[in-house]
């Protein structure tokens, strides 16, 4: 298996509930990324996983909350989110992880609509 | 930090000429520049990418070359189809963490 899978593709949710992306990956990676991606934007950062534990957080507001329950799963719980907040966001992973340069493969995303 | 800067934001190319993207940097630190495609929908993908202790990299119709006392690097597209029509992003790793910083994208279209 040489892809990251998310889910759900598609997502619209009210600014009052609850919801769960969830991204996997086989690969043995153990680096694991969120990202933000606006229309005709490059993605932006969100948050870093290296080895299981949160590494980097792009000082993201706490209506998003990252979890990484094993080293092929990462979740990216939501709620009470604003409608600014909908856009793609993008699951990625990457073999090397503690800062070392190695290429990161993305996810296909989910597009998130905030009503 | 680090920042990228891609160049232009459009380019238009008939089909079967070649398509070239230049991107610049600005940490002399940096050592790795990957290109992503992106198409519609889609995530971005994964098209080649170069370390700084190589030149110039190829893979059939796709090159990147890296220039580091100019600090720039660039794509090649040889022989362009319809769909390679796609946003394609250049990033630079900054030293020390899992962090690319991303140039804004160029929109690639390729006219039949």
């Known amino acids: 298996d040489t892809e990251v899978t998310q889910t759900p593709k598609h997502l619209v949710m009210g600014m009052t509930n609850k919801k769960s992306l969830k991204c996997e990956q086989h690969?043995?990676?153990?680096?694991m990324y969120w990202y933000k991606q606006k229309a005709k934007k490059p993605p932006e950062l969100m948050f870093v996983y290296s080895y299981e534990k949160l590494s980097i957080n792009e000082s993201v507001p706490s209506r998003f909350s990252p979890e990484c329950p094993n080293s092929s799963l990462l979740n990216l719980h939501l709620h009470a989110l604003q409608p600014e907040d909908s856009a793609l966001y993008l699951c990625?992973?990457?073999?090397?992880?503690?800062?070392?340069?190695?290429?990161?493969?993305f996810g296909p995303g989910t597009r998130l609509t905030v009503l | 930090g680090e920042n990228v800067e891609q160049h232009p934001s459009t380019l238009s190319v008939q089909e079967g000429d070649s398509a070239v993207i230049k991107c610049t940097y600005s940490?002399?630190?940096?050592?790795?520049f990957p290109w992503y495609k992106q198409e519609l929908g889609k995530g971005p993908q994964l098209i080649i990418d170069i370390r700084s202790n190589v030149g110039e990299k190829k893979d059939q119709r796709i090159a990147v070359t890296l220039n580091k006392t100019a600090k720039h690097f660039s794509l090649h597209i040889t022989e362009t189809q319809p769909e390679d029509s796609a946003v394609y992003f250049c990033a630079a790793s900054m030293r020390g963490n899992n962090r690319l910083a991303f140039g804004k994208g160029n929109q690639v279209v390729v006219i039949p």
């Open positions: 690969m043995g990676h153990r680096a």
């Open positions: 940490d002399s630190a940096s050592n790795y």
């Open positions: 990625a992973s990457s073999r090397l992880a503690g800062g070392l340069t190695d290429e990161q493969f």
